[in-house]
Every structure is written in C-alpha cells, then in structure tokens.
C-alpha cells in the first residue's frame, strides 16, 4: 500500500464570503483519508489543465459546455462570490509507483477505479461544504445537486511520499453520452408527440419519473437517494392513477375507501402495484409482474431507509430503483388506456 494523492478543482454554484476567507483551508480526517478544502486567494489563483468534453466523430463542441478559469466574482468592497474550489484527496491505495505499467490492464484498471473514487470524494466532500453553508448560514440559493459541484480539471494521482506523478490523468467527459437509438427524435415520433402536446400537460407521475432519470444521471452529491426518492413517488402516484382508471365510476367510491384505510393497500405502497392492480383487472398477472413487483417492493425499501432512517443507496442501487419505475411504467401503460 501507498500514500496516493490527486487534486481537484470543483466548481460550485456560488459560495458568498467575506474576503478574509480567501487564501484559507479546511482539513477533513476520516479514518486513512486525508482531505483538504483550498479557497482560491483570488481570481486567477488556480491554474490546471482543462478537461473538456470530447469530440465525437468530428463534431464541433457545444459551446455551453466551457471549463471556469476565474476562482472568485467581485460582489463588493467586502464580499465575494466563490465559484472554484481546491480540494486535495490523499489515501492508501495498493498502487507502486515503482511497479506501475499503465500498459498492463489490470494497472491501468485499478489506477481508473482509485482516481475516479478519489474525484468522488472530492465532489462529495464539496457538496457537503455547500449543504453546511445552507443550513448553517442560510445560503439556500446554492443548487442541492445536479449541475454542481463538478470536476473541471484533468486530474491524475501522486506518489505522496515521493512526489512522483503516475503521469496518467483523466477529465470529465463533459456532455458527451452514448445514446440509446430509441431516445433519439425522429420523423416518426412526432405524430405522438403532438397528440399528448394537444392532450394537455404531462402528469405529476410523469414529470418526476422524468427527473429521477436526469437526477441519478448526474451522479452528483445526494443525486442518488434523490432520484430513488422521486422514483418511488413517481410510482406510487402512476399507480394509483391506473387503479382510478381501472376502478371506473361504478368501484370509484369502494377505491377511495380502500386507498385512504390504513389497514389496507396504503399501508405499503409497493402493495398497490403488487395486489390492487391484479384484484382491479380480476385476474392474476403472470410471471412478469410477479417478478416486476418484486423489485417495486425493494424500491419501496429503500425509500423507507432513506425517508426514516437516513440510509443511502449506491449508484447501482439508485440505477436500478429508476431503471424498475420506469419498467413499471411500461408495463401500467400497457393496462391503460394512458
């Protein structure tokens, strides 16, 4: 094992300070991690090397795609707003700079897994440096999560002891993202678009079903309890939306009662999905739904750990949890008329 380190340059929303901020650190020890948080001394005080996005076959970049340079804005003869911050990740790794061979796959692996979980401890830790600001000081226009905080710089890890660079550095990728041919817009999507566009808005469940696959995308500070939280939401809500259209006028009323009775469906949410749309169509709803609502059952889990419990999901929890609302989605559409 060796002390490895890197170094981030995060952009954030906007930090408001006083000037006498600027220059500072903040050190954060947890268990073998050392990190720190550098305020920029000024403007112009970091300088790194610019990690756009890449240029897929030829095509020029987007041009709202651009990498910060200027570290702090003017906002008076006091105050400033801070827009890039430092932060230096050091940790054990069990990585040689002696024996490194970034030609040997499984080097090259291990230095990709350790840099990358590095640059999301940085992202994490300036996240949590915004949310304190928020609750501490009221800074509550600073973005919970999304577009910030974010990587800006092509980064690469240090032998610590020795102040050697493995000589290997990686950026973010900017917007550039493999497309699933069936999210493209094409000829024949829009007749469909234009009849639910003539159908009025899209409905709540739709909305946030939506913003829990742009959510667990960013994979950003707290993006993937929220979007396990709006996924379970949406669900719920898309749920009781088809068992309403099942129910009809005559079983409206009997519906109601049995959503609003504690005893009964409410009392778990993944149930509503599991037994009220089966007992609804009067038939049992073969192998898909039974293994479908399976999965709806751990979403609901996890969505309670997190509500009551404070716990917090993986990236691949999080994927999954979406991925299954919008199966369930597919299948409810199936079974509705919308």
């Known amino acids: 094992m060796s002390l490895i380190g890197a170094v981030f340059y995060i952009e954030v929303h906007g930090i408001?300070?006083?000037?006498?901020?600027?220059?500072?650190?903040?050190?954060?020890?947890?268990e073998s991690e050392r990190l720190r948080i550098d305020f920029p001394?000024?403007?112009?005080?970091?300088?790194?090397?610019?990690?756009?996005?890449?240029?897929?076959?030829?095509a020029m970049p987007d041009p709202r795609d651009y990498t910060p340079t200027t570290a702090v804005l003017d906002s008076g003869s006091r105050l400033v707003e801070i827009r890039l911050l430092k932060v230096v990740v050091s940790q054990d790794?069990?990585?040689?700079?002696?024996?490194?061979?970034?030609?040997?796959?499984?080097?090259?692996?291990?230095?990709?897994?350790?840099?990358?979980?590095m640059s999301q401890k940085a992202t994490d830790l300036a996240g949590e440096l915004c949310e304190r600001l928020k609750l501490d000081l009221g800074q509550h226009w600073i973005e919970p999560a999304g577009t910030y905080p974010r990587?800006?710089?092509?980064?690469?890890?240090t032998d610590v002891q020795t102040g050697k660079s493995f000589g290997t550095f990686i950026g973010s990728a900017g917007s550039f993202r493999v497309l699933d041919p069936s999210t493209v817009l094409v000829p024949d999507s829009l007749p469909g678009l234009e009849e639910k566009l003539r159908s009025g808005s899209p409905d709540a469940d739709e909305l946030l079903l939506a913003e829990a696959k742009h959510v667990v995308e960013t994979e950003q500070a707290a993006a993937f309890n929220r979007a396990t939280l709006l996924a379970a939401i949406a669900v719920e809500l898309r749920t009781k939306r088809l068992l309403r259209t099942?129910?009809?006028?005559?079983?409206?009323?009997?519906?109601?009662?049995?959503?609003?009775?504690?005893?009964?469906?409410?009392?778990?949410?993944?149930?509503?999905?599991?037994?009220?749309?089966?007992?609804?169509?009067?038939?049992?709803?073969?192998?898909?739904?039974?293994?479908?609502?399976?999965?709806?059952?751990?979403?609901?889990?996890?969505?309670?750990?997190?509500?009551?419990?404070?716990?917090?999901?993986?990236?691949?929890g999080a994927v999954s949890h979406v991925d299954t609302a919008w199966?369930?989605?597919?299948?409810?559409?199936?079974?509705?008329p919308r």
């Open 16 to 30: 408001m300070s006083d000037r006498e901020v600027l220059g500072q650190s903040l050190n954060v020890v947890r």
């Open 41 to 58: 001394e000024g403007p112009e005080s970091f300088t790194f090397m610019h990690g756009g996005p890449p240029a897929a076959q030829g």
């Open 93 to 117: 790794a069990p990585l040689s700079i002696d024996t490194w061979d970034e030609h040997d796959s499984a080097d090259a692996a291990l230095y990709q897994d350790v840099l990358l979980g």
């Open 151 to 157: 990587v800006v710089n092509m980064a690469g890890l």
């Open 246 to 316: 099942l129910a009809g006028p005559d079983r409206a009323l009997l519906l109601e009662l049995l959503l609003d009775n504690p005893n009964d469906w409410s009392m778990a949410a993944h149930r509503l999905f599991k037994k009220a749309i089966p007992q609804m169509l009067g038939r049992d709803m073969g192998p898909e739904h039974r293994a479908l609502s399976k999965r709806v059952e751990r979403l609901f889990v996890d969505r309670n750990l997190i509500a009551h419990k404070g716990a917090s999901v993986s990236r691949e």
């Open 327 to 336: 199966e369930a989605f597919d299948f409810m559409a199936g079974l509705s």
